[in-house]
């Protein structure tokens, strides 16, 4: 997973513009962000037709702002440009969650 530590507007119309892109929204300091990393790598190779990307919040505010999100982690898919789902809230998320979310979009 590619870590961006600041994701500009321009910059997530490239990354999202070619197939299906998710976007995992974090920050160092987030318990609930770290309670995920152990199963991202195992959820990368359960949907590996995806290219995932890890947002650090933080760096990225201003278009956190834009994109609506509060509450991390967070996740938001994209299709060929397209924004096509969100997981999005404060709450800590399971690997069940996240790929019960992912899959539910195909």
Do not use: H
Request: proline share 3%.
């Amino acid at each position: 997973m590619e870590k961006i530590k600041e994701l500009t507007q321009d910059k997530l119309k490239e990354i999202t513009k070619d197939g299906r892109v998710v976007l995992e929204f974090s920050a160092d300091w987030c318990p609930d962000c770290r309670f995920l990393d152990p199963f991202m790598l195992e959820i990368e190779k359960d949907f590996s037709s995806a290219k995932f990307y890890n947002i650090d919040r933080d760096g990225s505010i201003d278009l956190a702002k834009e994109l609506n999100i509060m509450g991390i982690p967070s996740f938001v898919v994209y299709q060929d440009g397209q924004e096509i789902g969100r997981l999005v809230n404060k709450d800590r998320k399971t690997k069940q969650q996240v790929e019960d979310f992912l899959r539910s979009l195909d």
